[in-house]
């Protein structure tokens, strides 16, 4: 089993290509196959050591260095998902070169500071190599392919608390719901969507070289699980609920502990069959003081009211937990608050979306497990200290630097200290959006806000402030070539958490389509 967790992705590929092969037998039901693509130049500059915070945010971090130039390809099919068979496929690639961060490495020291090493995105990438099939209401996928939220608008949220559009997409098998599928004997009443994935991380080079050797954990060939039930009533009347619960894990793989620049601890986990099991269900006494893996997630909720003239208006909520006490409730106010409003067809603004978020109390500062100290007088426990995206044994809840979650905290990748786990998770502020289109230009405007007192349990000595804004717009300028498009955007950090930054992307692109007719 070891084997297999070390060559993952040579049996990744290896399905992709198993799936491909059905997914051929499955196309004979298809009259027509039709192959999309994409290709586009991007090219961006910043004033900063990385992309201003809403430039490298949501775009499942394609790209994040200060300036750079690359080139991003695509070619698959997508789903028919209204036949009772279907298969999709897809592979995105990236090509190019951006410009280096400088991390501090205490192996080697210079007139007694630690020695720095510039580090840069890979110039060649493959960012998703998926193939998909399904039969009637159930899909079964391999690969790394982008995903979206359930709950939040992507474009205009400040993103998912569990899997958002902000990270690399992580290689792995995934089984579940087309959409929302309707419960039988309820009349369409109750509809219910779901989803169960495991998969790898495949950061753990990225890891090692911008780790700083002197304090914190050090982690590589993790395994990940996503999965995902939601509950929603009828969408086709005017109010419609969405109601359930998101869970995510890490386990297996390795762990290295540092403290002042020495190797004091190494726990090698590898990879059990018997894992699977415990991460579907965690399950409590594994030598790992509580439970197996890092397990977190979220209560989600949202209210959808369709007004009679086409508008929308929606209000939902994320909670999120890391353990017993976030998922009763038990850490105040924290999470994601938000509302939004899609207005008629042809207004010039198209949503506006406006959200406050919370980590402040993660359940209070103190945790305290009676079996941490055999023997002792004090038999009461305490399940506090959170530590949003943190874990003791599994690092941060990232994958390449980027939060696999919300990336409002920020991200590991930006601590040039070395330090890789989220610095600033107790924060608090305030997120909007709005986006529309004026004639030919669509637009898009976010800003944010807020204030960061430092990590679960240990607070900063003061806290640290952002405001990042963000305005991009986006021309078809050929009416003969609908597919081209040419986009602009410029986005400002301002503050002493983040930094003062400006930047600006353009992006050059074309889009199309193959049809294939069979013969016959």
């Known amino acids: 089993m070891l084997i297999f967790a070390q060559n993952m992705e040579r049996y990744r590929i290896s399905l992709c290509c198993i799936l491909l092969a059905v997914a051929a037998f499955v196309a004979k039901a298809d009259s027509i196959a ?18 201003p915070y809403m430039l490298a945010s949501w775009n499942y971090g394609k790209i994040t260095g200060k300036s750079g130039v690359w080139h991003d390809g695509f070619i698959g099919k997508k789903m028919d998902t209204g036949s009772r068979f279907g298969w999709g496929a897809g592979f995105e690639y990236l090509l190019g070169y951006g410009s280096a961060a400088y991390y501090d490495d205490y192996r080697t020291m210079v007139d007694g500071r630690p020695s720095v090493r510039a580090l840069r995105q890979a110039p060649a990438r493959v960012q998703q190599l998926y193939a998909e099939i399904k039969y009637r209401g159930v899909y079964l996928l391999g690969g790394m392919k982008e995903r979206r939220s359930g709950i939040v608008d992507d474009g205009l949220s400040s993103g998912d608390l569990v899997r958002s559009n902000n990270a690399r997409p992580i290689p792995g098998v995934a089984a579940g719901f087309i959409d929302f599928q309707n419960i039988p004997f309820t009349n369409g009443w109750v509809q219910i969507d779901g989803e169960i994935m495991y998969g790898r991380f495949c950061d753990t080079g990225f890891e090692e070289k911008r780790f700083n050797y002197y304090s914190g954990y050090l982690d590589g060939d993790l395994m990940y699980t996503y999965k995902r039930c939601y509950f929603r009533t009828r969408p086709d009347k005017p109010l419609s609920v969405t109601v359930g619960m998101q869970t995510a894990g890490e386990f297996g793989g390795w762990t290295h502990f540092y403290r002042a620049g020495k190797l004091v601890q190494e726990t090698n986990r590898g990879f059990h069959v018997k894992d699977v099991f415990k991460m579907f269900l965690p399950i409590q006494g594994n030598g790992e003081d509580y439970y197996t893996g890092n397990t977190l997630g979220s209560w989600d909720f949202k209210a959808r009211y369709a007004f009679r003239n086409g508008s929308r208006l929606s ?45 402040t109390n993660q359940s209070g500062p103190i945790h305290w497990a009676v079996d941490d100290d055999p023997g002792t007088d004090i038999t009461q426990g305490i399940t506090g200290g959170d530590n949003y995206y943190n874990n003791n044994y599994y690092g941060a809840y990232a994958n390449y630097g980027m939060s696999i979650g919300s990336p409002f905290l920020m991200s590991p990748l930006y601590n040039t200290n070395g330090f890789l786990e989220f610095l600033h998770n107790r924060a608090r502020g305030f997120h909007a959006g709005v986006s529309g289109c004026l004639n030919s230009v669509s637009y898009r405007a976010m800003v944010s806000y807020q204030k960061a007192g430092g990590m679960g349990r240990i607070p900063a000595p003061r806290r640290l402030h952002d405001t990042s804004a963000m305005v991009e717009a986006s021309w078809h300028p050929v009416a003969s070539l609908p597919g081209l498009e040419l986009k602009a955007a410029v986005a400002v950090d301002a503050g002493n958490l983040r930094g003062d930054n400006f930047g600006a992307m353009a992006t050059v692109s074309y889009s199309g389509s193959f049809n294939f007719k069979k013969k016959k």
């Not at 586009?40 to 004033?47: E, K, L, R």
């Not at 353990?323 to 850490?331: H, L, P, V």
């Not at 509302?339 to 010039?348: K, L």
């Open 34 to 51: 039709a192959l999309e693509y994409r290709a586009a130049v991007v090219g961006n500059v910043s004033t900063g050591a990385f992309a």
């Open 315 to 359: 209000a939902y909520f994320q909670w999120p937990w890391e353990d017993g006490s976030g998922i009763g409730r038990q850490n105040g106010w924290d999470g994601l608050w938000g509302v939004q409003y899609d207005f008629a067809p042809g207004s010039p603004v198209a949503s506006v979306v406006l959200e406050y978020l919370d980590f």
